[in-house]
């Protein structure tokens, strides 16, 4: 034992020259160093029997250092028991120990490394669509792609990441490095990261490139990014779970966005400019439907969530016969699939040019708010579209017309769902978008409008079923009207009538229904108006304009709707009927409130019978399943009260709910000063329904409710 001490000295008095070697070359020629000493017995050496034995004399004698010959004696053991290890020998072992324990201290921490690369295309189907899953990226994954898609280049680009356990919340658009955590490097840089953790890759996106779709495996026409074994997803956010020395790559894809040119078709009316207009690809089994997504290239249409969504299917819902049939052949599109979406199509336009946009709508069957809007290059057309489809039992459709003239090149056509999130919604069919040539200069002085009159409102009592509608109030002042059209508004069943001056229209139920007519003369501008007719349940004892329910008919205004109503040639305040003495001449008596031009001042809500009662029972709020008749009723209040301007169909959605809240304001003494606010609700309850109620009919003179308590959806 005291002759191997003697020769780990030895060693260790040289240098770890010798002993490295040894420790790396097991098959090295080991040298048998015998030393003279005195009272000592030749060493018994372990060696390989392929080893070369030689021997050389050391006349040196050294004196044991008590702390090296500790530490030799805690490694010897485990050399003297290692008969198996077959190419290391006892200085091997010996250098081996004290050269590691040496390392340990002075080497630093490894860390991992990062490279990304940018690859843009000509085209978005060059890229490769690996979001459902593709292979590992590794160093030559961009260099092998590249080389088999001569479309595409590696673009200078910048990157960023950040380690975290949890993923972070980052918007797959963010341009620059990504706030507080993160750091940036470019595609030009092999990126020291830590390792033995997770680290998280985006690249710093640029506007004029195609948008990433975030977490879906289904939206494939979206920019790209992979990380290492993360090939998921058209997200631009992966993860790398790092180990020290290695290396890991990164790849990102994209095209410019780009602008369609123009076609020689651009103006020319015959052709329609809506691809898969129909809503007839892809083709679905009869009595099925599906969410398609803007990935397939057959729907030809892009979509997007109306509000942002972690869960559903992003797409088209189109049915096939399912619930309601059709407008033309087979299928038709929902604008609510998983939940409420907005599609449109980028389309060749000639700016200057005038288009026609054409399409068929129609409520979804037991579905009361199936509200939708149409938006050209984001801006919205005209009002809101909806019919509620509650005691529906198939479609009913009706074609709706846009006219826009095009700004650009290029324009944005959309359909935008504006119902609630409840997977049911509007239904479209046959899409078209025609030119209609150049839009003329409009001379001022050239033409006036029309005046459309659609009649007094109506309250009829069953069992009587028809009625009459009657445009013959309509005038021109400076033409002939040569076009009447009828059109169902809402009410408990579809009628359609013709499209003549006083179409009779029959099998009215009881309800309110709404119509509206649309007069044309014959320089081509058009007017509007609409009316109502109530059909109440047999036995009750009303007549048109009052009743002890309300009504619904007589409350309209004539003295506030721009029109001669009595053939004076006198318009609103200029007719002394609308003024409460009189005299045209006395602007204080003027009140547009007025239901009549030619009775000297019959007030909006003056007793014209001491029948009137309560006009409207049921309290009312945007959201809620709200009775369709009490709607029609307060908006056709408002519209006359107020000069509102809302559509009549039955609907409480925003633009009536804004219309309350301004009510609410202008009558806010008797309204909102008894709640002890001063800020409107637009909520439809207690004391504006009181108010509204004693201004329809005064001699009701309904004291303002004491039992004031907070709305409950129980009392809808």
Same mark, same amino acid.
């Given at each position: 034992?005291?002759?191997?001490?003697?020769?780990?000295?030895?060693?260790l008095?040289?240098?770890?020259?010798?002993?490295?070697?040894?420790?790396?070359?097991?098959?090295?020629?080991?040298?048998?160093?015998?030393?003279?000493?005195?009272?000592?017995?030749?060493?018994?050496?372990?060696?390989?029997?392929?080893?070369?034995?030689?021997?050389?004399?050391?006349?040196?004698?050294?004196?044991?250092?008590?702390?090296?010959?500790?530490?030799?004696?805690?490694?010897?053991?485990?050399?003297?028991?290692?008969?198996?290890?077959?190419?290391?020998?006892?200085?091997?072992?010996?250098?081996?120990?004290?050269?590691?324990?040496? #390392?340990? =201290?002075?080497?630093?921490?490894?860390?991992?490394?990062?490279s990304?690369?940018?690859?843009?295309?000509?085209?978005e189907?060059?890229?490769?669509?690996?979001g459902?899953?593709? *292979?590992?990226?590794?160093?030559?994954?961009?260099?092998?792609?590249?080389?088999?898609? $001569?479309?595409?280049?590696?673009?200078a680009?910048?990157?960023?990441?950040?380690?975290?356990?949890?993923?972070?919340?980052?918007?797959?658009?963010?341009?620059?490095?990504? %706030?507080?955590?993160?750091?940036?490097?470019?595609?030009?840089? !092999?990126?020291?990261?830590?390792?033995?953790?997770?680290?998280?890759? /985006?690249?710093?996106?640029?506007?004029?490139?195609?948008?990433?779709?975030?977490?879906?495996i289904?939206?494939? &026409?979206?920019a790209?990014?992979?990380?290492?074994?993360?090939?998921?997803?058209?997200?631009?956010?992966?993860?790398?779970?790092?180990?020290?020395?290695?290396?890991?790559?990164?790849?990102?894809?994209?095209? #410019?966005?780009?602008?369609?040119?123009?076609?020689?078709?651009a103006?020319?009316?015959?052709v329609?400019?809506?691809?898969?207009?129909?809503?007839e690809?892809?083709?679905?089994?009869?009595?099925?439907?599906?969410?398609?997504?803007?990935?397939?290239?057959?729907?030809?249409?892009?979509?997007?969530?109306?509000?942002?969504?972690?869960?559903?299917?992003?797409?088209?819902?189109?049915?096939?016969?399912?619930?309601?049939?059709?407008?033309?052949?087979?299928?038709?599109?929902?604008?609510?699939?998983?939940?409420? =979406?907005?599609?449109?199509?980028?389309?060749?336009?000639?700016?200057?040019?005038?288009?026609?946009?054409?399409?068929?709508?129609?409520? /979804?069957?037991?579905?009361?708010?199936?509200?939708?809007?149409?938006?050209?290059?984001?801006? &919205?057309? %005209?009002a809101?579209?909806n019919?509620?489809?509650?005691?529906?039992?198939?479609?009913?459709?009706?074609?709706? $017309? /846009?006219?826009?003239?095009?700004?650009?090149?290029?324009?944005?056509?959309?359909?935008?769902?504006?119902?609630?999130?409840?997977?049911?919604?509007?239904?479209?069919?046959?899409?078209?978008?025609?030119?209609?040539?150049?839009?003329?200069?409009?001379?001022?002085?050239?033409?006036?409008?029309?005046?459309?009159?659609?009649?007094?409102?109506?309250?009829?009592?069953? +069992?009587?079923?028809?009625a009459?509608?009657?445009?013959?109030?309509?005038?021109?002042?400076?033409g002939?009207?040569?076009?009447?059209?009828?059109?169902?508004v809402?009410?408990? *069943?579809?009628?359609? +009538?013709?499209?003549?001056?006083? +179409?009779?229209?029959?099998?009215?139920v009881a309800?309110?229904?709404?119509?509206?007519?649309?007069?044309?003369?014959?320089?081509?501008?058009?007017?509007?108006?609409?009316? *109502?007719?109530?059909?109440?349940?047999?036995?009750?004892?009303? $007549?048109?304009?009052?009743?002890?329910?309300? %009504?619904?008919?007589?409350? /309209?205004?004539?003295?506030?709707?721009n029109?001669?109503?009595?053939?004076?040639?006198?318009?609103?305040?200029?007719?002394?009927?609308?003024?409460?003495?009189g005299?045209?001449?006395?602007?204080?008596?003027?009140?547009?409130?007025?239901?009549?031009?030619?009775?000297?001042?019959?007030?909006?809500?003056?007793?014209?019978?001491?029948?009137?009662?309560?006009?409207?029972?049921?309290?009312l709020?945007?959201?809620?399943?709200?009775?369709?008749?009490?709607?029609?009723?307060?908006?056709?209040?408002?519209?006359?009260?107020?000069?509102?301007? !809302?559509?009549?169909?039955?609907?409480?959605?925003?633009?009536?709910?804004?219309?309350?809240?301004?009510?609410?304001?202008?009558?806010?003494?008797?309204?909102?000063?008894?709640?002890?606010?001063?800020?409107?609700?637009?909520?439809?309850?207690?004391?504006?329904?009181?108010?509204?109620?004693?201004?329809?009919?005064?001699?009701?003179?309904?004291?303002?409710?004491?039992?004031?308590?907070?709305?409950?959806?129980?009392v809808?």
């Amino acid at each position: 034992m005291k002759k191997i001490n003697n020769l780990a000295h030895f060693v260790l008095g040289f240098t770890f020259v010798f002993a490295f070697f040894s420790l790396v070359n097991s098959t090295t020629t080991l040298s048998q160093i015998v030393l003279a000493e005195e009272q000592t017995s030749p060493v018994e050496t372990v060696v390989p029997a392929q080893a070369k034995v030689e021997e050389v004399s050391v006349s040196e004698t050294f004196v044991p250092d008590p702390t090296e010959e500790k530490k030799i004696e805690e490694v010897l053991p485990k050399v003297e028991t290692a008969e198996a290890a077959p190419a290391v020998d006892t200085a091997s072992a010996l250098a081996s120990a004290v050269l590691g324990e040496a #390392l340990q =201290v002075v080497a630093p921490p490894l860390k991992a490394k990062v490279s990304a690369t940018k690859i843009v295309c000509n085209e978005e189907s060059d890229l490769p669509n690996w979001g459902a899953d593709g *292979s590992d990226i590794t160093s030559t994954t961009a260099t092998t792609f590249l080389a088999a898609h $001569t479309n595409c280049h590696k673009e200078a680009w910048s990157f960023a990441w950040t380690e975290s356990s949890i993923t972070p919340v980052i918007g797959d658009q963010t341009t620059g490095t990504g %706030g507080t955590g993160w750091t940036g490097f470019n595609d030009s840089t !092999l990126t020291e990261v830590p390792s033995q953790t997770k680290i998280w890759v /985006r690249e710093q996106f640029k506007d004029g490139y195609i948008p990433f779709q975030g977490v879906t495996i289904a939206e494939s &026409v979206s920019a790209e990014l992979y990380c290492n074994t993360d090939v998921y997803n058209y997200d631009n956010l992966e993860f790398i779970d790092t180990i020290a020395g290695q290396t890991y790559h990164c790849v990102a894809f994209n095209v #410019l966005k780009t602008t369609p040119t123009p076609t020689p078709n651009a103006c020319d009316a015959s052709v329609n400019l809506i691809q898969n207009g129909n809503f007839e690809a892809p083709v679905l089994a009869n009595a099925t439907w599906d969410v398609i997504p803007a990935s397939n290239p057959m729907l030809k249409w892009m979509v997007a969530w109306v509000s942002p969504e972690i869960n559903g299917r992003l797409g088209l819902e189109i049915q096939n016969h399912v619930v309601g049939n059709p407008l033309l052949n087979e299928q038709h599109a929902e604008l609510d699939g998983d939940h409420p =979406v907005t599609i449109w199509q980028d389309v060749p336009t000639v700016s200057g040019q005038t288009y026609t946009l054409s399409f068929g709508y129609s409520p /979804r069957q037991a579905n009361i708010d199936n509200s939708i809007q149409v938006k050209i290059n984001g801006v &919205v057309q %005209g009002a809101t579209i909806n019919a509620n489809g509650d005691l529906n039992t198939n479609t009913v459709w009706q074609t709706v $017309t /846009r006219t826009f003239v095009a700004t650009g090149a290029t324009t944005k056509v959309e359909f935008y769902d504006n119902g609630p999130d409840n997977t049911q919604g509007g239904y479209l069919d046959n899409v078209t978008l025609k030119c209609a040539g150049t839009t003329p200069t409009p001379n001022p002085t050239s033409n006036v409008a029309p005046v459309a009159n659609a009649g007094v409102d109506q309250t009829l009592t069953l +069992p009587t079923t028809t009625a009459t509608l009657n445009g013959t109030g309509s005038t021109d002042s400076d033409g002939t009207i040569t076009s009447y059209v009828w059109s169902f508004v809402s009410g408990p *069943s579809t009628i359609n +009538p013709d499209d003549v001056v006083s +179409p009779n229209i029959s099998s009215l139920v009881a309800g309110t229904y709404v119509f509206q007519l649309v007069v044309t003369d014959d320089d081509g501008a058009t007017g509007t108006d609409t009316v *109502s007719i109530v059909i109440n349940p047999e036995g009750t004892n009303n $007549t048109n304009g009052s009743g002890s329910n309300g %009504g619904g008919g007589g409350i /309209r205004a004539k003295c506030n709707d721009n029109k001669d109503n009595d053939a004076d040639g006198l318009v609103d305040e200029e007719d002394p009927g609308c003024h409460s003495d009189g005299n045209a001449n006395n602007p204080d008596s003027y009140d547009k409130r007025d239901r009549s031009e030619d009775d000297g001042g019959a007030v909006l809500g003056a007793a014209t019978s001491t029948s009137c009662g309560i006009y409207v029972e049921k309290y009312l709020r945007k959201g809620y399943k709200n009775n369709v008749d009490s709607v029609v009723k307060v908006q056709v209040f408002l519209n006359d009260y107020m000069g509102a301007g !809302l559509m009549v169909d039955g609907v409480y959605g925003t633009k009536t709910e804004e219309a309350v809240r301004a009510f609410q304001v202008k009558q806010m003494d008797n309204v909102l000063a008894p709640w002890g606010i001063s800020e409107p609700t637009g909520i439809f309850y207690l004391t504006t329904q009181t108010e509204v109620n004693n201004i329809v009919c005064p001699p009701l003179d309904l004291p303002i409710p004491s039992n004031l308590v907070n709305f409950t959806p129980s009392v809808i």
